[in-house]
């Protein structure tokens, strides 16, 4: 079963906002074993819409379609469906009622005609019950297509996809079995690893293929099973991936799409009732934001100072200033010091540290553009490494980052032997 994903709006298409919706429902459509063959973007415009709809008509068995659902009058998504399935627009009952307590109860006012207006549905369209707007969901099919159309507001669609559209996809069609593992490694990169385990990816099964999915500082390695026995997938994967353990079992940190380092780091310091705190100045507080982002973080994450002028470092950490004119700003010396200081100031058991010279250019420093040394520090030492992380300024900061979790799991690890 192949699935097309279209969207509909200019502010996509000028890049006022970023087109997110397409990658949660290839997403949850991958889970079902329908396959996504083609993505694209288009004009709140009536002939760019119908040109689209003909395109993918009959050649995908399902099109789906986030935008254009709004009740000014700009947005003609309805209309456009109308023309294209030779229907008329009517007024459904239960969904103006929705829109009317919607109003009363979330937002404590009256409904006005405009958006009582959100219930003029094409006839023919079965609903797809938008718990959080007022716009429907609408599901209407033409000879071999199903076209379904979904406001693209992101919670709003979510909620549609999951508890409307997915389950309905489930109970009217058979699928194939598409079973996804995705292995998360660390500080090797992609030539590297590939060359590692070239026998293991060259026998592995035709039923199973292997993607290389790098990004600064770490690979993602995706297995992708098909088939229609879930049960034989399953146990070829597992059996496959025990012998990817054996090759490079040391710089496997995770699995699934969910267990990023910052997920696996969180893991373990709060298993082991562990904090940690940063003192950042060339990666500018991202180490903390990566940290933070995970759910739950509060429990082992105490904060953060971000130093990026020297005075701060002084000032707020206590360096001295004395080091940092001999040593240098970007230096072992200076990291080690930031590292130890926050780990004190802020009653951590680990800290972490970063100076280095991002770039694009030199500064006052003599260290070489994309140099970065990363200083953790605990209870019993404090450890530091000096990196070359080249150019440009994005890719220094991105690997640093990842770097520095990677550190800090390690220097976890060893604290638990």
């Not at 005609?113 to 609408?138: C, I, W, Y």
């Not at 004190?344 to 070489?368: C, H, M, Q, W, Y």
């Not at 490494?385 to 060893?414: H, T, Y």
Request: aromatic letters at 6%; glycine letters at 6%.
């Amino acid at each position: 079963m192949k699935a097309a994903i279209l969207t509909i709006g200019d502010e996509i298409l000028i890049g006022q906002i970023v087109d997110t919706n397409s990658g949660f429902i290839a997403k949850s459509l991958d889970k079902i074993g329908i396959e996504v063959c083609e993505m694209q973007s288009i004009a709140d415009d009536k002939t760019a819409i119908l040109e689209a709809f003909g395109r993918f008509q009959n050649r995908v068995d399902l099109v789906l379609i986030t935008g254009g659902l709004g009740p000014t009058k700009d947005d003609i998504t309805k209309h456009t469906f109308c023309e294209y399935f030779e229907d008329q627009l009517q007024r459904n009952r239960a969904v103006e009622e929705h829109v009317i307590r919607l109003f009363q109860e979330k937002l404590n006012l009256v409904a006005t005609q405009v958006n009582k207006d959100q219930a003029l549905l094409p006839s023919r369209a079965e609903v797809l019950h938008n718990e959080f707007g007022t716009a429907p969901g609408m599901w209407l099919r033409k000879d071999q297509t199903v076209f379904v159309s979904m406001p693209g507001v992101p919670y709003e669609m979510k909620a549609i996809v999951t508890n409307e559209l997915v389950p309905k996809l489930v109970r009217e069609y058979q699928r194939p079995y598409i079973i996804h593992q995705t292995i998360l490694t660390y500080g090797q990169g992609e030539s590297r690893i590939a060359e590692r385990i070239e026998d293991w990816e060259n026998n592995l099964p035709a039923f199973i293929k292997l993607a290389y999915l790098p990004s600064p500082g770490k690979v993602r390695l995706r297995l992708s099973a098909r088939g229609t026995d879930k049960s034989v997938l399953e146990k070829a994967l597992k059996e496959n991936i025990d012998q990817l353990k054996t090759l490079i079992g040391e710089i496997i940190v995770g699995f699934e799409e969910e267990d990023t380092i910052e997920v696996v780091v969180g893991r373990l310091l709060q298993k082991q009732h562990l904090t940690v705190a940063t003192a950042e100045s060339c990666t500018g507080g991202k180490i903390s934001q990566v940290i933070s982002s995970v759910p739950g973080a509060s429990a082992y994450f105490k904060g953060s100072v971000v130093c990026y002028a020297t005075a701060v470092k002084e000032e707020v950490l206590g360096l001295d200033p004395l080091l940092i004119q001999t040593a240098g700003l970007v230096s072992a010396a200076v990291a080690v010091q930031m590292a130890e200081k926050v780990r004190r100031l802020l009653k951590s058991d680990f800290a972490i540290a970063t100076t280095g010279n991002a770039g694009p250019s030199l500064g006052d420093e003599s260290v070489p553009l994309g140099t970065v040394f990363i200083a953790i520090a605990s209870a019993q030492e404090t450890v530091v490494e000096r990196f070359s992380f080249g150019q440009p300024r994005e890719k220094v900061i991105d690997i640093a980052v990842n770097k520095s979790l990677e550190l800090l799991q390690k220097e976890i690890l060893k604290n638990l032997v």
